[in-house]
């Protein structure tokens, strides 16, 4: 199985920074990893697509990059609603496999 | 918009069978453009892929659950369902429904998630 890890787990940033997480994958995955935000007692939610692709809809602050292992989202401007749980994955390869989880929460 | 829906028994008794339904809205899943999956959550953790099913009745299962899971679908009720047999506390969880868009470079992701349903394997 391919091996994602996030970093970091957890992060504590105000609102108006700039934060950025990542997430290298055990071996190359090309560009095929999404990015998901889940909110406490809702589904993940989808932001990014084949590494840096924006889902129609979500905020334009939110951006992917990377490709091979190593990736990042990068959410420009926190906004209050931004604060959650983020995860990566990847659809290089079946078991398809999800990162940890990041935690972004209020400083 | 579509919306998928899960369905099923929230307590399963250690041993038996787990049995999940998602029903599918505003979208057909006889289609070749997605994956019709499962995956789930245990309570304060991260989020394993259980399998998927494509619309010819092929499935991909986890290897770390295929010897206990079935996934199978029902085109002509808009409907995809899960079995998990002989489950533990361990399966103890939030399950999901999501469709998985295919794209062009062979990747794919989740666009679309039902609610969730937890299911809880307890005596």
């Known amino acids: 199985d391919i091996q994602m890890t996030q970093s970091p787990s957890s992060l504590s940033a105000s609102v108006g920074d700039r934060v950025t997480i990542t997430c290298r994958a055990s071996?190359?995955?090309?560009?095929?990893l999404s990015w998901y935000q889940q909110k406490p007692g809702k589904a993940p939610h989808l932001l990014i697509y084949a590494a840096s692709s924006l889902q129609s809809g979500v905020p334009s602050r939110f951006s992917g990059s990377g490709s091979g292992t190593d990736f990042a989202l990068t959410i420009n401007s926190l906004q209050p609603e931004d604060f959650a749980t983020y995860y990566c994955q990847q659809s290089y390869t079946t078991p398809l496999t999800f990162g940890g989880g990041t935690k972004l929460e209020i400083k | 918009q579509v919306q998928l829906q899960e369905s099923g028994p929230g307590l399963v008794k250690p041993s038996e069978t787990l049995s999940l339904t998602c029903t599918v809205s505003?979208?057909?899943?006889?289609?070749?453009?997605?994956?019709w999956s499962w995956i789930r959550q245990p309570p304060g953790k991260g989020l394993e892929w259980i399998g998927y099913?494509?619309?010819?009745?092929?499935?991909n299962y986890n290897p770390s659950l295929k010897s206990r899971i079935t996934i199978s679908i029902d085109t002509s009720r808009n409907q995809f369902s899960l079995n998990l047999r002989s489950v533990t506390a361990a399966d103890t969880a939030v399950y999901y429904c999501a469709r998985e868009q295919i794209y062009s470079s062979g990747g794919s992701y989740h666009d679309f998630w039902g609610q969730g349903t937890l299911v809880t394997a307890s005596s």
């Open positions: 505003g979208g057909s899943v006889n289609s070749g453009a997605y994956y």
């Open positions: 071996q190359s995955i090309s560009s095929r």
């Open positions: 099913i494509y619309y010819t009745g092929s499935p």
